[in-house]
Protein backbone atom coordinates (compact mmCIF):
# COMPACT_ATOMS: atom_id res chain seq x y z
CA UNK A 1 0.00 0.00 0.00
CA UNK A 2 1.51 3.70 -1.22
CA UNK A 3 1.36 6.14 1.65
CA UNK A 4 -1.20 8.22 0.05
CA UNK A 5 -3.15 5.44 0.00
CA UNK A 6 -2.52 4.90 3.73
CA UNK A 7 -2.94 8.60 4.56
CA UNK A 8 -6.48 8.93 2.32
CA UNK A 9 -7.88 5.61 4.26
CA UNK A 10 -6.80 7.06 7.49
CA UNK A 11 -8.54 10.56 6.76
CA UNK A 12 -11.57 8.47 5.44
CA UNK A 13 -11.46 6.53 8.76
CA UNK A 14 -11.04 9.41 11.59
CA UNK A 15 -14.59 10.89 11.31
CA UNK A 16 -16.16 7.44 11.64
CA UNK A 17 -13.52 6.27 14.39
CA UNK A 18 -14.23 9.84 16.39
CA UNK A 19 -18.14 9.35 16.15
CA UNK A 20 -17.90 5.91 17.21
CA UNK A 21 -15.63 7.25 20.38
CA UNK A 22 -18.13 10.15 20.68
CA UNK A 23 -21.05 7.76 20.95
CA UNK A 24 -19.47 5.03 23.65
CA UNK A 25 -18.14 8.40 25.94
CA UNK A 26 -21.25 9.99 26.16
CA UNK A 27 -23.08 7.82 28.53
CA UNK A 28 -20.02 7.98 30.83
CA UNK A 29 -19.69 11.92 30.56
CA UNK A 30 -23.28 12.55 31.79
CA UNK A 31 -22.68 10.36 34.41
CA UNK A 32 -19.59 12.10 35.27
CA UNK A 33 -21.37 15.45 35.06
CA UNK A 34 -24.16 13.98 37.59
CA UNK A 35 -21.63 13.09 39.58
CA UNK A 36 -19.97 16.27 39.75
CA UNK A 37 -22.43 17.83 40.86
CA UNK A 38 -23.38 16.29 44.13
CA UNK A 39 -21.64 16.96 47.43
CA UNK A 40 -18.12 15.89 48.21
CA UNK A 41 -18.58 13.39 51.04
CA UNK A 42 -15.57 14.16 53.37
CA UNK A 43 -15.27 13.16 56.81
CA UNK A 44 -14.48 16.54 59.12
CA UNK A 45 -13.71 14.80 62.18
CA UNK A 46 -15.19 15.87 65.45
CA UNK A 47 -17.34 18.31 65.94
CA UNK A 48 -16.03 22.11 66.72
CA UNK A 49 -17.25 25.10 67.74
CA UNK A 50 -16.91 27.65 65.36
CA UNK A 51 -16.55 25.23 62.22
CA UNK A 52 -18.97 25.68 59.52
CA UNK A 53 -19.51 22.29 58.17
CA UNK A 54 -21.06 22.13 54.47
CA UNK A 55 -23.62 19.86 52.62
CA UNK A 56 -21.97 16.00 52.04
CA UNK A 57 -19.86 16.43 54.87
CA UNK A 58 -19.45 13.98 57.51
CA UNK A 59 -18.69 14.65 61.36
CA UNK A 60 -18.78 12.97 64.61
CA UNK A 61 -20.32 13.95 67.59
CA UNK A 62 -21.44 12.58 71.41
CA UNK A 63 -20.17 8.74 69.68
CA UNK A 64 -22.44 9.27 66.63
CA UNK A 65 -21.58 9.88 63.49
CA UNK A 66 -23.59 12.80 60.97
CA UNK A 67 -23.95 13.84 57.90
CA UNK A 68 -24.42 17.64 57.23
CA UNK A 69 -27.24 18.17 54.60
CA UNK A 70 -27.62 21.96 55.53
CA UNK A 71 -24.53 24.67 55.84
CA UNK A 72 -24.38 24.60 59.42
CA UNK A 73 -22.09 25.37 62.51
CA UNK A 74 -24.62 24.30 65.15
CA UNK A 75 -23.86 21.12 67.14
CA UNK A 76 -25.24 18.26 65.22
CA UNK A 77 -26.88 16.30 68.82
CA UNK A 78 -28.14 19.66 68.87
CA UNK A 79 -29.84 20.64 65.58
CA UNK A 80 -31.32 17.62 63.59
CA UNK A 81 -32.58 19.87 60.84
CA UNK A 82 -29.03 20.59 59.59
CA UNK A 83 -27.40 16.46 60.02
CA UNK A 84 -28.74 13.31 59.28
CA UNK A 85 -27.57 10.74 61.83
CA UNK A 86 -25.53 8.13 59.89
CA UNK A 87 -24.01 5.77 62.49
CA UNK A 88 -25.54 5.92 66.25
CA UNK A 89 -23.08 5.19 68.88
CA UNK A 90 -22.95 1.74 69.97
CA UNK A 91 -23.65 -0.11 73.40
CA UNK A 92 -20.29 0.12 74.34
CA UNK A 93 -19.86 3.66 73.66
Given amino acids: MKPSEIESMTKALAPILNDFVEKKLAPIVKR?????G????????????GNTYEPGQFVSDKGCLWYVKHPSSARPSESHDSYQLAVKMGNGG
Fill in 32 to 36: LDELS
Fill in 38 to 49: RPAFAYRGTWQA
